[in-house]
């Protein structure tokens, strides 16, 4: 296997860190920091070692998914050609009646939709070629995560270090079902749809590389990912979801609004699905066309805060507006704001032993809205000014380290010397637009998780639980430099974030306090109520552009128009996020898990 014949995608995993649940109506945004951690998806085309029906003089080919990292975690697809536009898919029987596999609506829609999608862009005989060959090979599909993804605890439950995690081989076997496992909330769902449909995109020539870049080329093409991906993990879930998460493995980090409904609502009513091999089968004669849907251009992926379906009023972001005035009007192609942590703030996640039953508490909150709505919307409108006031502050921090990169630096490296409940004596010992700035956000940061945690009593769903509560405090409390953090997304007890000041130190000051990372840690460690260990995913970056800013400045420039907004540059913490394209061997550890696989079979 020659990194030539590969095709490698990865997707990031999501950390919601504001917009938990008003995030599922297009009025109000969520900022979502995509992470390091990502999923690959790895498709060669292997030959088969019989030859059998799946050559190209059959109109049925295979597809064969495989997930080392878990016992005997195995799908097999054939998919059946029906004329120059329309297939049936089905799982194989053997791999369906298997305990270890059985059905993955993530993988075998992911598969039919991709598929699908290729037979209207390219050919049926385009779609053959891409998959078989005459020797009867067939496309070999491995997915793995990094290891992240899943909580690598040992045996008696203790979490491990960042020390011993670091030491863990990448893509480490779990050594278990793939039901059994115990997930840390990155969103491994969501991230492996989209890295297989991506990589299943460009296997069957529906988008492209770009040289230049080395990643899928264009927006035209990534918002063709996305909206495949979306219509794919939707189907999955049998509803069209809040989407932020899938949003974030294409787009990276951003400020998310929910597209429309009716974008994919049509297709997920059609109840498209795929059937097991022997079964009967259905006809393909009634398939809607996908491309109507799914083109970038369809309006109903444009999210708008004044659309349809949104309520209770809201108006664009700064964050937004950054974003929009780059924007070619209507012949855009939908994509987020990108919205990327400022220099020197960095995030830390956390592995928690417990879990929660997301959507039960999602059902639960939406019932209560309902049955209360005047208070619900009270803390809507409270919550939304928290978020709105999050994602401008960290905006504001990255156009104040723009305009005077060494004021900023030299705020900050203040800062991260005190505990952030001192930074108000701070400022006003030190008066400074970027100490300013990092109150104001600590502040939001406050707001939003007491929010939360108000809803949360108030609708008697465990949103952000006392126990969670309690560690978060103590973390702020007992670690310098941490803005703040919360539990994300819809809450619970999967997980907890905090964001905290990284930043070299000055060389004419005295700082003797450990590494912030390591002060955390060491909180955590010592904490009894709760087994909390770290993880090693940082904050990943935007997709295809390093921030909103720097489009209107180069939209402005185009047009002769001088530019007032700094130019910003990288983060300089972050790496480039979203969908990406990889050479086999550019990820450590990666052409070794899947050799040992194969070794195995």
């Given at each position: 296997?020659?990194?030539?014949?590969?095709?490698?995608?990865?997707?990031?995993?999501?950390?919601?860190?504001a917009?938990?649940?008003?995030?599922?109506e297009?009025?109000?945004?969520?900022?979502?920091?995509?992470?390091?951690?990502?999923?690959?998806?790895?498709?060669?085309?292997?030959?088969?070692?019989?030859?059998?029906?799946?050559?190209?003089?059959?109109?049925?080919?295979?597809?064969?998914?495989?997930?080392?990292?878990?016992?005997?975690a195995?799908?097999?697809?054939?998919?059946?050609?029906?004329?120059?536009?329309?297939?049936?898919?089905?799982?194989?029987?053997?791999?369906?009646?298997?305990?270890?596999?059985?059905?993955?609506?993530?993988?075998a829609?992911?598969?039919?939709?991709?598929?699908?999608?290729?037979?209207?862009?390219?050919?049926?005989?385009?779609?053959?070629?891409?998959?078989?060959?005459?020797?009867?090979?067939?496309?070999?599909?491995?997915?793995?995560?990094?290891?992240?993804?899943?909580s690598?605890?040992?045996t008696?439950?203790?979490a491990?270090?960042?020390?011993?995690?670091?030491?863990?081989?990448?893509?480490?076997?779990q050594?278990?079902?793939?039901?059994?496992?115990?997930?840390?909330?990155?969103?491994?769902?969501?991230?492996?749809?989209?890295?297989?449909?991506?990589?299943?995109?460009?296997?069957?020539?529906?988008?492209?590389?770009?040289?230049?870049?080395?990643?899928?080329?264009?927006?035209?093409?990534?918002?063709?990912?996305?909206?495949?991906?979306?219509?794919?993990h939707?189907?999955?879930?049998?509803?069209?979801?809040?989407?932020?998460?899938?949003?974030a493995?294409?787009?990276?980090?951003?400020?998310?609004?929910?597209?429309?409904?009716?974008?994919?609502?049509?297709?997920?009513?059609?109840?498209?699905?795929?059937?097991?091999?022997?079964?009967?089968?259905s006809?393909?004669?009634?398939?809607?066309?996908?491309?109507?849907?799914?083109?970038?251009?369809?309006r109903?992926?444009?999210?708008?805060?004044?659309?349809?379906?949104?309520?209770?009023?809201?108006?664009?972001?700064?964050?937004?507006?950054?974003?929009?005035?780059?924007?070619?009007?209507?012949?855009?192609?939908?994509?987020?704001?990108?919205?990327?942590?400022?220099?020197?703030?960095?995030?830390?996640?956390?592995?928690?032993?417990?879990?929660?039953?997301?959507?039960?508490?999602?059902?639960?909150?939406?019932?209560?809205r309902?049955?209360?709505?005047?208070?619900?919307?009270?803390?809507?409108?409270?919550?939304?000014?928290?978020?709105?006031?999050?994602?401008?502050?960290?905006?504001?921090?990255?156009?104040?380290?723009?305009?005077?990169?060494?004021?900023?630096?030299?705020?900050v490296?203040?800062?991260?010397?005190?505990?952030?409940?001192?930074?108000?004596?701070?400022?006003?010992?030190?008066?400074?637009?970027?100490?300013?700035?990092?109150v104001?956000?600590r502040?939001?940061?406050?707001?939003?998780?007491?929010?939360?945690?108000?809803?949360?009593?108030?609708?008697?769903?465990?949103?952000?639980?006392?126990?969670?509560?309690?560690?978060?405090?103590?973390?702020?409390?007992?670690?310098?430099?941490?803005?703040?953090?919360?539990?994300?997304?819809?809450?619970?007890?999967?997980?907890?974030?905090?964001?905290?000041?990284?930043?070299?130190?000055?060389?004419?000051?005295?700082?003797?306090?450990?590494?912030?990372?390591?002060?955390?840690?060491?909180?955590?460690?010592?904490?009894?109520?709760?087994?909390?260990?770290?993880?090693?995913?940082?904050?990943?970056?935007?997709?295809?552009?390093?921030?909103?800013?720097?489009?209107?400045?180069?939209?402005?420039?185009?047009?002769?128009?001088?530019?007032?907004?700094?130019?910003?540059?990288?983060?300089?913490?972050?790496?480039?996020?979203?969908?990406?394209?990889?050479?086999?061997?550019?990820?450590?550890?990666?052409?070794?898990?899947?050799?040992?696989?194969?070794?195995?079979?």
């Amino acid at each position: 296997m020659t990194a030539q014949d590969v095709t490698v995608v990865s997707a990031p995993g999501k950390v919601l860190i504001a917009g938990g649940y008003l995030v599922l109506e297009p009025a109000y945004p969520g900022l979502v920091i995509s992470t390091t951690s990502r999923f690959y998806t790895v498709i060669t085309k292997k030959k088969a070692k019989q030859a059998s029906s799946s050559t190209t003089h059959s109109s049925q080919l295979r597809i064969s998914v495989q997930s080392p990292q878990f016992i005997d975690a195995k799908w097999d697809y054939l998919v059946e050609l029906q004329g120059q536009d329309k297939c049936l898919t089905r799982q194989s029987r053997e791999s369906y009646e298997n305990s270890n596999a059985g059905k993955n609506p993530f993988v075998a829609l992911s598969i039919l939709y991709a598929v699908r999608l290729a037979l209207e862009a390219t050919s049926a005989d385009d779609v053959r070629a891409a998959i078989t060959d005459e020797h009867g090979s067939y496309l070999d599909v491995n997915v793995l995560a990094d290891n992240d993804f899943y909580s690598q605890r040992s045996t008696d439950g203790s979490a491990p270090s960042a020390e011993a995690l670091q030491e863990i081989p990448p893509f480490n076997a779990q050594n278990c079902a793939i039901r059994d496992v115990h997930k840390t909330g990155l969103g491994s769902s969501a991230a492996m749809t989209t890295s297989l449909v991506g990589a299943l995109l460009v296997q069957l020539g529906v988008v492209h590389a770009d040289p230049a870049t080395g990643g899928i080329a264009g927006d035209e093409a990534l918002a063709l990912v996305h909206n495949t991906a979306q219509l794919a993990h939707c189907a999955a879930q049998g509803k069209v979801g809040s989407g932020f998460d899938v949003s974030a493995a294409v787009w990276g980090s951003q400020l998310y609004r929910r597209f429309d409904k009716e974008a994919i609502q049509g297709l997920l009513d059609a109840g498209e699905a795929v059937g097991v091999e022997g079964d009967d089968a259905s006809s393909s004669s009634d398939q809607l066309e996908l491309a109507p849907f799914l083109d970038p251009r369809n309006r109903s992926w444009q999210p708008s805060p004044l659309g349809k379906g949104s309520k209770g009023g809201s108006n664009p972001t700064a964050v937004e507006g950054l974003a929009s005035a780059s924007s070619t009007g209507g012949d855009s192609i939908a994509r987020p704001a990108p919205l990327e942590l400022p220099p020197f703030v960095e995030m830390m996640l956390a592995d928690v032993d417990a879990g929660s039953n997301t959507p039960s508490m999602v059902g639960k909150i939406l019932e209560w809205r309902k049955s209360n709505p005047e208070w619900a919307q009270q803390m809507w409108t409270i919550l939304a000014a928290g978020n709105q006031t999050l994602a401008d502050g960290l905006l504001a921090l990255r156009l104040a380290h723009a305009q005077n990169s060494a004021e900023y630096l030299q705020a900050v490296q203040l800062a991260s010397q005190h505990f952030s409940k001192d930074w108000d004596k701070i400022v006003r010992e030190h008066p400074s637009t970027t100490l300013t700035l990092l109150v104001e956000v600590r502040n939001a940061m406050r707001s939003i998780q007491g929010g939360m945690r108000a809803l949360g009593r108030q609708a008697g769903v465990p949103v952000e639980p006392d126990e969670m509560g309690n560690v978060i405090k103590a973390t702020i409390d007992g670690a310098h430099a941490v803005l703040g953090g919360g539990v994300p997304g819809a809450g619970g007890y999967d997980a907890l974030f905090v964001l905290y000041l990284k930043v070299p130190k000055a060389e004419d000051t005295q700082d003797n306090n450990l590494p912030v990372e390591k002060e955390i840690e060491g909180v955590w460690s010592h904490w009894k109520a709760l087994s909390v260990g770290p993880l090693l995913s940082k904050a990943g970056g935007a997709a295809g552009v390093i921030s909103s800013a720097d489009q209107v400045h180069s939209a402005l420039l185009q047009q002769g128009a001088p530019s007032s907004l700094p130019v910003l540059s990288s983060s300089g913490n972050t790496e480039a996020g979203g969908l990406r394209l990889h050479s086999l061997d550019d990820i450590k550890g990666l052409r070794q898990a899947i050799e040992n696989a194969a070794s195995a079979d």
